[in-house]
């Protein structure tokens, strides 16, 4: 017997099926060192050109969030004092964003089964979930699944393989946690175009999202239940490593960010998009809701483009990326908490995307 989530206007075709897992809770947690696009600026690089100053005015990013209290970034010596810092600070704010994902959810931390971990602005061994657990309360048995390397595809990927998960152990909790420090990457001598870009686009934060399986509903699920993953797709593009990613040094990460992103997406987004839907008797006009990875301006705007859509559809991809700037995995599931707070109508469908190192996009159905 099939478990229908959707109304009888939506395409009969696509039926959630019983072991479609539920999102039954997010949050994001950021430090209190707040600043404003030009402060930032000033102070994580020795770049003072005229032209770097117009780009970060004009980069969509108003404010971010830092790791550290902005002062002490010309101080930081190197690639290990860099990494001790992510791991205090990426600890904390895992420990916040876990426990106010799962207060969302009306779930104790006892009752998670497994925790996805996604980070790829830090080295941690053992790893950021382990250090969380006993501070938390997760259970010793509880199955930890660190992924590394993903970069801002990891919040969706990830989302992706928690619904993998739960299809399998249907009566589980689980939760995936996104940390990314992206100031604590930055290195002050490097004025390659990729670190300006970066410099004036990414931010810090973490963010959390828990799910249910099918036959584990939680306890108190709010009136506004969160959608079924219905889902997912990974596409891998051949000989496209070198478009985004970091290259490791003994002076820590250094970006690579091809200005092919935005092409990527011009290229192969709306043929992945159509496919992806067409599988499930769906087409781009049966999407009402776009929950989209705020890669920057002009990533956005290649996506409204390769997909046709208006662009007030991205509107919490927008917001996000000026408040929060780029947060690498944690961004999409921040526009995932943004579209959460004012739920789309029962029977809705959505389309969560990102694109990340690979070059790869995700892509996620999403029903409520």
């Known amino acids: 017997m099939t478990d229908t989530v959707f109304s009888q206007s939506v395409n009969p075709v696509v039926l959630a099926q019983r072991g479609d897992p539920r999102i039954a809770g997010t949050a ?87 925790i996805v971990t996604v980070s790829s602005t830090g080295v ?95 306890a108190g699920l709010p009136l506004h239940a969160g959608p079924r993953v219905l889902a997912t797709r990974s596409r891998l593009f051949a000989d496209t490593i070198d478009v985004m990613g970091w290259n490791v040094s003994s002076s820590g990460f250094q970006l690579v960010m091809s200005r092919d992103v935005p092409r990527m997406a011009d290229d192969y987004l709306g043929d992945e998009v159509d496919s992806f839907l067409s599988d499930r008797g769906l087409s781009r006009s049966d999407i009402s809701t776009w929950v989209c990875h705020p890669g920057g301006p002009k990533v956005l705007e290649a996506i409204t483009n390769a997909v046709g859509m208006p662009d007030a559809a991205l509107r919490h991809s927008w917001e996000s990326m000026r408040d929060h700037g780029n947060i690498s995995s944690a961004s999409v599931l921040d526009v995932l908490d943004r579209t959460l707070a004012t739920a789309p109508a029962p029977g809705s469908l959505g389309l969560m995307l990102a694109m990340g190192p690979g070059f790869s996009f995700e892509l996620l159905l999403l029903g409520w």
Request: aromatic share 8%.
């Open 28 to 114: 994001t947690a950021f430090t209190p060192h707040r600043y404003d696009q030009d402060e930032v600026a000033q102070h994580l690089t020795d770049f003072a050109e005229p032209g770097f100053a117009r780009f970060a005015r004009t980069s969509g990013v108003e404010y971010r969030n830092l790791a550290l209290p902005v002062e002490r970034y010309p101080s930081l010596e190197g690639f290990t004092e860099a990494n001790a810092a992510y791991l205090e600070v990426a600890v904390d704010l895992g420990e916040q964003a876990l426990l106010s994902a799962l207060d969302a959810a009306h779930l104790h931390p006892d009752e998670v089964d497994a």
């Open 124 to 218: 941690a061994v053992p790893t950021i979930d382990a250090r969380i657990a006993s501070r938390v309360g997760l259970r010793p048995d509880v199955k930890r699944i660190p992924l590394f390397g993903l970069g801002c595809v990891a919040g969706a990927a990830g989302l992706a393989r928690v619904h993998d998960y739960l299809r399998g152990y249907p009566q589980d909790v689980a939760v995936l946690l996104s940390v990314e420090l992206c100031s604590l990457t930055l290195q002050r001598d490097d004025t390659s175009i990729p670190a300006l870009i970066g410099v004036c686009l990414f931010g810090d934060g973490a963010a959390a999202v828990v799910a249910t399986g099918c036959d584990r509903p939680p």
